[in-house]
């Protein structure tokens, strides 16, 4: 490990992992090493500008909390939360399409029996977002986990608010019964920016991007012997589809949001007539079909 220069200095790093190391870590950190080495090569990187790499690191660090973590929103806006949706999804087939999880995700959110309200007081246009969680044959998938969650007519999610009681607000959980059904009545969500009054923040603003998101649904679904299923639902009409900051839309996953004249279930919904209404059918993967 003497006289190293540009071209050996990469293999000298990598001979020093140990050969017990764990095969997977291994295989991880060798290539992180070398694609990290290749990048500051292919752009001669300056000693002023790996400074502010760094500087960028220690700011995301400080800045983030459990609730604001400022490097998952870098992984987001760089695109690669999607990219590892998408790897995570090779070989799904028919199975619904993943997409980001975002930072708005709460555990142990209330549950709402299938067909009630998650939306309460909220105001906003009210809907009825409603389908079935189905197998790759079609065949409904019961006892299945739903949670539901979305930002308020603001554009802010519950946990972004301050104030005493905000949370939990446009959040909630379903179990389906036999026929894999699920429905609630909330409000449609509106398009929002991601925060960007931080680092990730200037990457946009340095690079001419923007932060805003098409609005959504946030959906996260769980079945015993089922891949989860992470993932969204855009009005496929929402200004911002195009241009989505974190890359999070699929044409599956874009719906409409239609006017529905259907006395019986805005009286069972409780939604004032005529209300908007979405529906979709989550397919799920079985475990061992990509194992
Ligand atoms: C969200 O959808 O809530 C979100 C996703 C990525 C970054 C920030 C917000
Ligand atoms: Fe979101």
Known sequence: MRNLNENTVTDAVLQTISAETDHRLREVV???VKHLHAFAI???????EWMQGIQYLYDAGKMSTPERNEFILTSDILGLSSLIDMIKGR???TGTEYSVLGPFFVEDAPEVSVGGDMAGNNPGVEVVLSGRILDEKGKPVGGARIDLWQNQDNGLYDVQETHEGAVPNLRCHQITGADGRYGVRTIRPVSYKVPDDGPAGEILRATGRTAWRPAHYHVWINAKGYRPLVTELFPGDDPHINGDAVFGVRDSLRVDFSES???????SYGVKFPYQKVDFDFVLVANQAVE
Request: aromatic content about 0%.
């Open 42 to 48: 292919e752009v001669g990187l300056r000693p002023d």
């Open 91 to 93: 070989g799904v087939g």
């Open 30 to 32: 060798t290539s992180l």
């Open 261 to 267: 004249n259907d006395e019986a279930e805005a009286a």
